[in-house]
């Protein structure tokens, strides 16, 4: 196990600066440089200042008082960490399934905070048990925190070592264009994010949509793909250009029902209408999309078993279970309302 006398070696500064650099204390200055030396040194070395026991048996949890017992929450948003229903709802069956067993959540972060190293070290500086990740990190803080955290339970990740409850992007992206075709359209626009790679074109959601299109002889045209990065002031954008557009669609995937309200909004400013001139089909089925103007047609995501069974998950492997990480993939369900 590491000490600070390591990382300071591995730095080439005191075992002061170290403590000063991970207790973020500003009373004494310092370059940029010598920061980011000793952040490396950290991770290169796994330093910590407490150490780990994982439970050996099926019993261990009982053999620990719960007050002991740390669980916490990375959500994945880029704005205000309450500000996506999605993420919310997901939240409140993993607080609900904790507090029935007793637990509350110690912390909750984004992994844009994250980002920050002064963030990430002092959120893990104490020990914890467990962590519900929402997001599939970059590989150095993903390393970090799994070499701190005995047990880890995805909703959704990309991490293939730790246990992950999710959906099939692919399959309901397909599944949503289908339904459009079925409905006789031909031209049809796809509204969504950037993949791992960060290209749009790497989203197993527009995987799904290309796959769907193809597969039905019809043209992909790219001025209907609109990469809106998840913010709705972009989608509204390119909704708002699409409607300029000649040979527009005549019907739109948004792989996000808060994109497709956005693209609803925008198209209902251009004088266009749902579903006559454009039909618009969602993904989650949050509370609201029954409330848009049209209710939005929608493949529903039961996003708060996610977070109950994710919670089943961790608690399981806190308990002592130690079989090969496990996938659980929930069905999807069409939810027809007024928007096509």
Same mark, same amino acid.
């Given at each position: 196990?590491?000490?600070?006398?390591?990382?300071?070696?591995?730095?080439?500064?005191?075992?002061?600066?170290?403590?000063?650099?991970?207790?973020?204390?500003?009373?004494?200055?310092?370059?940029?440089?010598?920061?980011?030396?000793?952040?490396?040194?950290?991770?290169?070395?796994?330093?910590?200042?407490?150490?780990?026991?994982?439970?050996?048996?099926?019993?261990?949890?009982?053999?620990?008082?719960?007050?002991?017992?740390?669980?916490?929450?990375?959500?994945?948003?880029?704005?205000?960490?309450?500000?996506?229903?999605?993420?919310?709802?997901?939240?409140?069956?993993?607080?609900?399934? %904790?507090?029935?067993? #007793? /637990?509350?959540? =110690?912390?909750?972060?984004? !992994? +844009?905070?994250? $980002?920050?190293?002064?963030?990430?070290?002092?959120?893990?500086?104490?020990?914890?048990?467990?962590?519900?990740?929402?997001?599939?990190?970059?590989?150095?803080?993903?390393?970090?925190?799994?070499?701190?955290?005995?047990?880890?339970?995805?909703?959704?990740?990309?991490?293939?070592?730790?246990?992950?409850?999710?959906?099939?992007?692919?399959?309901?992206?397909?599944?949503?264009?289908?339904?459009?075709?079925?409905?006789?359209?031909?031209?049809?626009?796809?509204?969504?994010?950037?993949?791992?790679?960060?290209?749009?074109?790497?989203? %197993?959601?527009?995987? #799904? /949509?290309?796959? =769907?299109?193809?597969?039905? !002889? +019809?043209?992909? $045209?790219?001025?209907?793909?609109?990469?809106?990065?998840?913010?709705?002031?972009?989608?509204?954008?390119?909704?708002?250009?699409?409607?300029?557009?000649?040979?527009?669609?005549?019907?739109?995937?948004?792989?996000?029902?808060?994109?497709?309200?956005?693209?609803?909004?925008?198209?209902?400013?251009?004088?266009?209408?749902?579903?006559?001139?454009?039909?618009?089909?969602?993904?989650?089925?949050?509370?609201?999309?029954?409330?848009?103007?049209?209710?939005?047609?929608?493949?529903?995501?039961?996003?708060?078993?996610?977070?109950?069974?994710?919670?089943?998950?961790?608690?399981?492997?806190?308990?002592?279970?130690?079989? +090969?990480?496990?996938?659980?993939?929930?069905?999807?369900?069409?939810?027809?309302?007024?928007?096509?």
């Amino acid at each position: 196990m590491s000490t600070i006398r390591d990382v300071a070696k591995l730095a080439n500064v005191s075992t002061a600066t170290v403590s000063r650099v991970v207790n973020n204390d500003t009373k004494y200055k310092m370059t940029k440089e010598t920061k980011e030396r000793v952040w490396d040194a950290i991770t290169q070395l796994n330093y910590k200042s407490y150490h780990i026991m994982k439970p050996q048996n099926a019993n261990s949890l009982l053999s620990q008082q719960k007050s002991s017992i740390k669980i916490g929450c990375i959500l994945s948003v880029t704005k205000d960490k309450y500000n996506d229903p999605y993420f919310m709802s997901i939240l409140s069956g993993v607080e609900e399934r %904790l507090l029935k067993n #007793g /637990y509350e959540l =110690a912390f909750l972060r984004t !992994g +844009l905070e994250l $980002n920050d190293r002064n963030t990430l070290y002092s959120t893990f500086n104490e020990p914890v048990t467990g962590l519900i990740l929402m997001e599939s990190l970059n590989e150095a803080t993903y390393q970090y925190i799994r070499n701190q955290v005995p047990f880890i339970v995805g909703v959704d990740t990309a991490h293939t070592d730790i246990d992950n409850i999710g959906y099939d992007h692919y399959e309901v992206a397909t599944k949503a264009v289908q339904y459009l075709i079925d409905k006789g359209h031909t031209r049809i626009g796809f509204i969504g994010g950037n993949g791992l790679n960060a290209n749009i074109r790497g989203s %197993l959601r527009y995987k #799904g /949509y290309y796959s =769907a299109m193809h597969a039905a !002889g +019809l043209t992909v $045209n790219p001025e209907w793909v609109i990469n809106c990065q998840w913010d709705e002031g972009l989608c509204i954008e390119g909704v708002d250009k699409l409607c300029k557009l000649k040979d527009r669609p005549t019907a739109i995937f948004a792989a996000s029902d808060l994109m497709a309200m956005a693209a609803l909004s925008s198209l209902y400013l251009n004088g266009v209408n749902v579903p006559s001139e454009m039909s618009v089909i969602g993904l989650s089925n949050i509370d609201l999309s029954k409330y848009s103007n049209p209710p939005l047609t929608t493949l529903e995501i039961p996003t708060k078993e996610m977070g109950l069974v994710a919670v089943d998950l961790l608690l399981s492997r806190i308990n002592g279970d130690n079989l +090969l990480p496990k996938k659980v993939i929930i069905p999807t369900t069409l939810i027809l309302r007024s928007s096509t």
